[in-house]
């Protein structure tokens, strides 16, 4: 019972604060859109309205590793494993710049999807060719103005919580702008919001660990494939370490 009207109250949070935070998106969008062309004030509102949702929520215990190893001042592609819808709002969390690549569906939702049209986020629609190659150049244009980007190099969440195989895009896109990768690896969104159902029933420890960056040098002499085993490698490794 206790869970159930926690987790009601929860979402209920998420829905009234997306209609008084969008305004307050738009309204940043307006005033800083002269100026600010990354969008990068309103990417930081975005990443405060994301994070409040960990913030109030008791049952999610956050446990950060390696932000320091962040180098903000030069654009990356960011790589992360896939567990749950969770990891969206957790990534938020590193209150660093950079635009998602994520799902067109996604940007349909009120408020938080038309957030994410705001901020110019890239959409993606798996099943389409040219929706793919349409990533690879909107992604170097937004690492050729300084901008990160992140993806989910499984495509999906993993039904299981492990790591699973990597698609190429996000390496083919590191190599051929001649950026660096940074690999993140998260444990315990899996169990905090099942794949199948939004009842938050326990409370959960959620790691997530930042790794070193792989430099742009590094990626530039690898082939795609291989830097692909190589990271997935890595991240499988430090899963093992910080599972929950």
Known sequence: MFYGILSIFVWLFVAITSIIFFPIALLIFLVTLPFDRNR????????FWASSYVW????WDLHWEGKELI??????????????LLDIILLYNLFTHFKWVSKDSLFNIPFIGWNMSLNGYIKLRRKDPKSHLNLIKEAGKHLQ???SIILFPEGTRSPDGDIHRFKDGAFLIAKKYRVGVQPIVLDGAYQAIPKKGLMMNHKQRINIRVLPPISAETVGQLRVKDLSIKIKEDMDSNLKEIRV
């Open 56 to 59: 109030i929520n008791p049952l």
């Open 71 to 84: 180098e903000k001042d030069k654009p990356f592609v960011f790589v992360s494993n896939h567990q749950s």
């Open 145 to 147: 103005r300084g901008s």
């Open 40 to 47: 990068r004030i309103l990417h930081s509102f975005s990443c």
